[in-house]
């Protein structure tokens, strides 16, 4: 099977100093998959060094492309990565603290059987290693999905696989940036009939959170009421013929 064409998307903020361990862990993990690949860094309104240093890192490897946008924006950033990143192969998200060579390898097996890839952490097999109350936010987050938006989807937030085509047709309707702009995606790409396989994870932190996550929570709370009113205003797109998928 030829290895598949893969584009890791990280966004990235007041990463300084954690950055460059952390690219020489990632290009191991997916240049163990595939000679194909390239990483895009998009950084946004970080008070340290992370722009130059992301600068200095792409100055010596070809693969590595950065995007500097202006104001701090997790979802924005993600956006514009993929924007950037073209309609070949699979668009990968990695938080530059939370990635996996095995979910690379899951993806890169893949025949064409599923159009996204979701690293969940509450998916059967996965171990979750973080602190209680981050594994508590994540439940009640889960739970939310299900309940608020009617997702079946069990996680949203971080590792995910999409095909740039997918990427592709579906940008023009995702409205959200911030927190929940990757949540809408993938909600757009169920609702639309793509394929969403959802795979175990080890998640491990690789430093302390830095998010309070008495601000966050409520803030995805309120963002996924806005979500729901803005999906159900729109109608339900009828599920795709099996040759367009
Ligand atoms: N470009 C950009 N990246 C961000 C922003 N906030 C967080 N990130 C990046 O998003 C990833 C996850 O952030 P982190 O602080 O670890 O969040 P947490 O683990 O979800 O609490 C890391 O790669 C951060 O550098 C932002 O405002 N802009
Ligand atoms: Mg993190």
């Known amino acids: 099977m030829t290895p598949p064409q893969i584009t890791i998307i990280i966004p990235v903020h007041n990463e300084a100093g954690f950055m460059g361990p952390a690219l020489t862990r990632i290009r191991r993990q997916v240049g163990a998959v595939t000679p194909r690949y390239r990483i895009i860094l998009v950084e946004n309104g970080s008070t340290d060094h992370t722009h130059a240093e992301a600068l200095s890192e792409a100055a010596s490897d070809l693969r590595l492309d950065v995007i500097q946008l202006e104001a701090a924006d997790y979802g924005l950033a993600i956006r514009t990565g993929m924007e950037a990143a073209g309609n070949l192969g699979w668009l990968v998200v990695f938080d530059i603290d939370y990635h996996s060579g095995d979910f690379l390898k899951k993806v890169a097996e893949l025949d ?54 997918v990427v592709e047709a579906l940008l023009p309707q995702v409205r959200l940036t911030e927190d929940l702009f990757d949540t809408e995606l993938l909600l757009r790409a169920e609702r639309a009939g793509y394929r969403i396989i959802e795979v175990p994870i080890t998640v491990e932190e690789l430093r302390e959170a830095r998010s309070s996550l008495l601000r966050r929570v409520p803030r995805t709370l309120r963002g996924l009421i806005t979500l729901r009113r803005t999906l159900s205003a729109q109608p339900r797109p009828a599920p795709r013929p099996p040759e367009e998928r």
């Not at 209680?132 to 069990?154: E, H, M, Q």
């Open 112 to 165: 064409g059987s599923a159009d996204a890839v979701v690293a969940s952490k509450r998916a059967p097999g996965s171990r979750d290693r973080r602190p209680r109350i981050r594994r508590l936010a994540t439940r009640v987050f889960n739970l939310a999905l299900r309940t608020v938006v009617g997702s079946g989807l069990s996680d949203t937030h971080g590792i995910k696989a999409l095909r740039a085509q």
